[in-house]
């Protein structure tokens, strides 16, 4: 089994299900298969945002992707007290500077930082402001 290397973003994983999909990060996703998992934030954006659509066929398209990720092996890590514990952190300094950021890219940044793995999303400038998180952008890479 490969090593766990990336924690992947709504916007990642989500690129796939697109008419046009970004090419690169669809590359990158069959080159890191394996190495890859997703927080249980992100897993929660991802239903919520089928579960909003109506009855449809792009509503079964998705809901079978995403059983799909399941079935070929996509972890879903949960938001643990190591990650509670830097979140607290995080946040406490980031209010002293001024800043208040989404709960939610919280949380997955704490994920990502607890299990020690690289963050891989399209908006980095929502992330960028936490000590100790790794980012990569595939959608930037060449």
């Not at 980012?135 to 930037?140: G, M, T």
Request: contains cysteine.
């Amino acid at each position: 089994m490969e090593q766990l290397t990336y924690l992947l973003d709504t916007n990642i994983l989500s690129e796939a299900t697109k008419s046009k999909p970004n090419q690169q990060v669809l590359a990158k996703l069959r080159e890191h298969n394996g190495c890859y998992a997703t927080a249980v934030t992100v897993w929660h954006e991802l239903h919520f945002g089928c579960e909003r659509l109506p009855d449809s066929k792009l509503k079964r398209q998705l809901a079978s992707y995403l059983a799909m990720l399941l079935q070929e092996g996509l972890g879903v890590l949960p938001f643990e007290q190591q990650a509670g514990e830097w979140l607290a952190v995080e946040r406490a300094r980031l209010m002293k500077e001024g800043y208040t950021l989404g709960f939610a890219d919280a949380e997955i940044a704490a994920i990502a930082v607890a299990n020690e793995l690289i963050l891989v999303t399209r908006n980095t400038r929502d992330f960028v402001r936490f000590s100790g998180l790794k980012l990569e952008n595939w959608f930037d890479e060449v």
